[in-house]
């Protein structure tokens, strides 16, 4: 028996997912169970150290993360354990959940193509192939390919393409950039508003948020029709959980409709649980088909991805 | 000196040294077959020719800032300069990623500066250069790291300056050559340690340089790490630089090697200042405009947006500016208790106490992250042995104890800056002549009584200075703190990467704010025991 059980009877989590968007889902969770829940944040990559190396004597019970590569890896090295379980199975479908049971996705972030409503028609922007075409030359805005959504958006077009076509296209749109890329999705969105470019790729919940903050926008979303690439934020519990009940109830708190409304209206996301509907705002976007990502593979094709767009020399 | 500081040095070494060890060592795990190849023909030419470019342009910046701004405020009649002396030192407490990240939203496309000057000269108004480039990011790099040369040549100058030019004047020179021909040269050691301390703070820094989306040496470990999930082939890149440093440390050793700087006897205390002339207002608007870029404008940015978010401020923030202070205060003393064991093991020690002490600067020039990860790592396999030996003494686990403790923390920090505080006392102490020693020992002042009625003396401000840096660069410091921190032990620099890892810095202007108010404090009392010690 450790010692730390004794003293904490609490769920411990290691979070790569912000503070401001756990907190409150966290708080609910103690109010109807009684739970307690610690956390503490720090990148995906320091945690998975962390884990590592703390080993059969971890704190921790539960991991949370975002992107379907990073929770891929986690897996991959060995500090998530399975958990079978009939509501999460029920909650979360299934192209949203490792196949080997070890993480589940608990929201969809949804990465598409937004446009200056005042010089583009949605249906000439809705296609991440088409913003290779000279005709959105100087016209193009995009985040830095280190963010890891957009070499998950550029894994997927190498799983659909293969490698040598999606280099094409990355290709294309580094010859279409109107400026220096950008590190964040906001200022991105703000360099279309102001008439920087005309085009460019974000995460739909950026926009959410700058909308909210600055109704009158000239920005909007188009949706590709061959389909939309979403990946998952999502958690697994880890491998030498001291208190792997208690964070199998966590799990599942989270993939139930209280806790999938809050990561919903919180951060604008879409949830996992289809049984949950979508924040008002998000819904007035429209409905899209959505393309997940490989997640068996997203790890590989995540090298792949980077290494298309260091030759593009895509920053 | 005694043979308890010899060994002395040679422990915190070897503690400093296992991080850097662990990072070597990495050569020895496999990494992806293709990681390298792809590395040396798509990644490395552009980030080895960026990181030059960089290093260049914020030595240069910094050196041409820090020197001329030191001259001017401690021998001049510069108007104003008995506020500028220490106003210049406040960008200190800036952190070199809110610096970045104000001037990336005041000078890019969608920011006001450019949004004005399209409303007055047409829509079609493009010819504002890019904040998002090489030039961006030395401009604000250098505004960010030039106090560290400011303060040390400044030490240098009021130091010895005023009997430099005195003997260079007497000897027939002008001020302008009395200038470049005696003072400075003479300032050139304390010059070059603060410039290698820039370098490496320029070479580590992930947070600046990510905002400018400008792919440097760092920026490549970084890929390896988190986009090609390679914790060692990260490490790999990063022993490099680790080899690199070694080799800056050995060149600013090899240029003053032979050379001998020692103070010319107590600074005189009302010398006259050197009169500017007609270059007396231009130099004014020089100073006044640099504190202005580096701390009016930041500032007044911050407190706008701090101001909307002021309803968020609870009683939290009291909590993360006292864990801030409490860590701060700690680790420096910890960091300039074991730079004094160094510096007086080297006074009169040899080869290998020199080498000891250029070991322990190297964590400084690592990525903080990578850093985390070597301090991490030997400390948690320390810590299962300690608990599997409490296991069997006690019949049951009482789990990891170091890992996560304010201990591991704090020694991990210490390891980090240790190279600060050992610039500024190493430098302090280059000032003590040796022949002081050998006075005090004909008198039978000897070992500790020695440091402690004579070189303690001397070096408390080179002390406090270093115990101020440390402070500072503790407050701002993010990935170790972190990696290491206990359960409830946020800073004011956690603070600002949770509400900034979503990429919304004008969330973190309020913690910002308070971390520059934090790192404020010790450099207010610097700059009043200063003044109050100069008795001017």
Redesign the interface.
């Given at each position: 028996?450790?010692?730390?059980a004794l003293v904490l009877s609490a769920v411990?989590v290691y979070s790569?997912r912000?503070?401001?968007?756990i907190k409150p889902v966290f708080e609910t969770f103690t109010k109807e169970t009684g739970i307690k829940v610690?956390y503490?944040?720090?990148?995906?990559?320091?945690l998975v150290?962390?884990l590592k190396?703390?080993?059969a004597?971890?704190?921790a019970d539960l991991l949370i993360t975002v992107d379907a590569g990073n929770l891929w890896?986690a897996a991959?090295e060995g500090v998530l354990q399975p958990i079978e379980s009939a509501t999460l199975s029920d909650n979360i479908p299934a192209h949203l959940r490792d196949p080997g049971k070890q993480w589940y996705g608990l929201s969809v972030r949804a990465r598409t193509v937004a446009y200056a409503t005042k010089r583009v028609k949605p249906e000439e922007a809705a296609s991440y192939e088409g913003l290779a075409e000279p005709k959105w030359k100087g016209r193009l805005c995009l985040r830095?390919s280190?963010k890891?959504y957009n070499?998950s958006l550029v894994a997927m077009l190498v799983a659909q393409h293969g490698e040598e076509k999606a280099q094409k296209i990355v290709d294309g749109w580094v010859a279409n950039l109107a400026?220096?890329?950008?590190?964040?999705?906001?200022?991105l969105l703000?360099?279309i508003?102001?008439?920087?470019c005309d085009v460019g790729l974000v995460n739909t919940y950026?926009f959410g948020?700058l909308k909210r903050e600055k109704p009158d926008l000239a920005v909007a979303l188009a949706w590709p029709s061959n389909g939309v690439h979403v990946n998952v934020s999502g958690a697994g519990v880890t491998k030498y959980a001291p208190n792997k009940a208690e964070a199998v109830k966590l799990l599942e708190w989270m993939s139930g409709p209280a806790a999938q409304k809050i990561f919903a209206d919180v951060n604008l996301e879409f949830p996992a649980n289809p049984k949950v509907e979508p924040d008002a705002a998000v819904k007035a976007w429209g409905p899209f088909k959505q393309d997940v990502i490989n997640v068996s593979k997203a790890?590989e094709l995540?090298?792949v991805a980077?290494?298309v767009m260091?030759?593009a020399?895509y920053? | 000196m005694t043979g308890f500081a010899r060994w002395g040095a040679y422990g915190i070494a070897a503690v400093v040294a296992v991080p850097v060890v662990v990072i070597v060592a990495a050569w020895l795990l496999p990494v992806p077959a293709d990681l390298w190849p792809h590395l040396a023909e798509t990644v490395l030419p552009r980030v080895l020719a960026n990181t030059v470019l960089l290093l260049a342009g914020v030595l240069t910046g910094t050196f041409l800032l820090g020197v001329s701004l030191a001259w001017l405020t401690a021998m001049t009649d510069l108007p104003g300069r008995r506020f500028l002396s220490w106003a210049l030192l406040a960008p200190m407490a800036m952190p070199a990623y809110v610096l970045g990240f104000v001037y990336c939203g005041l000078l890019e496309f969608a920011g006001p500066a450019q949004t004005g000057l399209r409303a007055v000269l047409g829509e079609g108004f493009r010819a504002f250069p890019e904040i998002r480039s090489a030039g961006g990011v030395i401009f604000v790099m250098t505004l960010a790291l030039y106090p560290y040369v400011y303060m040390i040549s400044r030490a240098a100058f009021v130091t010895q300056g005023v009997k430099a030019m005195e003997a260079g004047r007497s000897l027939g020179c002008s001020p302008r050559a009395a200038f470049f021909r005696v003072a400075l040269p003479m300032a050139r050691p304390w010059i070059l340690g603060a410039l290698t301390l820039v370098a490496m703070e320029a070479l580590a820094d992930f947070g600046t340089v990510s905002m400018f989306v400008y792919e440097t040496f760092t920026t490549a470990i970084y890929k390896a790490w988190y986009g090609f999930f390679s914790p060692a082939g990260a490490a790999q890149l990063a022993s490099l630089l680790v080899i690199f440093v070694f080799a800056l440390l050995w060149a600013k050793h090899a240029l003053e090697r032979r050379k001998r700087f020692v103070s010319l006897g107590r600074p005189a205390q009302r010398a006259a200042r050197l009169r500017l002339g007609r270059t007396k207002a231009p130099a004014a608007a020089f100073a006044w405009g640099v504190f202005a870029l580096a701390f009016v404008v930041p500032v007044a940015q911050l407190l706008v947006w701090a101001a909307r978010t002021l309803s968020s401020a609870d009683e939290r923030l009291f909590a993360l500016v006292v864990h801030s202070l409490v860590l701060g205060a700690v680790t420096a003393a910890v960091a300039c208790a074991a730079a004094l064991v160094l510096t007086m093991a080297q006074r009169g020690g040899g080869k290998p106490v020199r080498l000891a002490a250029q070991v322990a600067s190297l964590g400084y020039a690592l990525p903080g992250s990578v850093l985390a990860v070597g301090v991490f790592l030997p400390l948690v396999w320390v810590d299962h042995r300690l608990a599997g030996f409490a296991e069997r003494m006690l019949g049951r686990d009482v789990g990891l104890l170091l890992t996560g403790s304010l201990f591991a923390m704090v020694l991990g920090l210490a390891a980090r800056f240790l190279a600060v505080s050992l610039t500024s006392i190493g430098s302090g102490a280059a000032r003590i002549p040796p022949s002081l020693d050998e006075a005090a020992a004909t008198f039978g002042v000897r070992g500790w009584q020695a440091v402690k009625r004579v070189h303690l003396p001397l070096l408390s401000p080179a002390i406090v200075a270093g115990a101020m840096l440390v402070f500072v660069d503790v407050v701002k410091e993010m990935p170790l703190t972190l990696m290491t921190r206990p359960f409830g032990w946020d800073t004011l620099s956690v603070r600002i990467f949770e509400l900034t890892s979503e990429g919304e810095w004008q969330k973190a202007a309020l913690p910002a704010t308070v971390l520059l108010l934090t790192g404020l404090i010790p450099i207010a009392w610097l700059s009043r025991e200063e003044r109050v010690g100069a008795g001017r």
């Open positions: 028996m450790q010692l730390s411990v790569a912000g503070e401001d968007l610690q503490i944040t720090d990148t995906e990559a320091a150290q962390r190396g703390e080993a004597r971890t704190k890896q991959q830095t280190k890891v070499q400026t220096e890329v950008f590190p964040n999705d906001t200022d703000k360099a508003d102001a008439g920087q950026y948020r790890g995540q090298s980077i290494k260091d030759r020399k920053r | -």
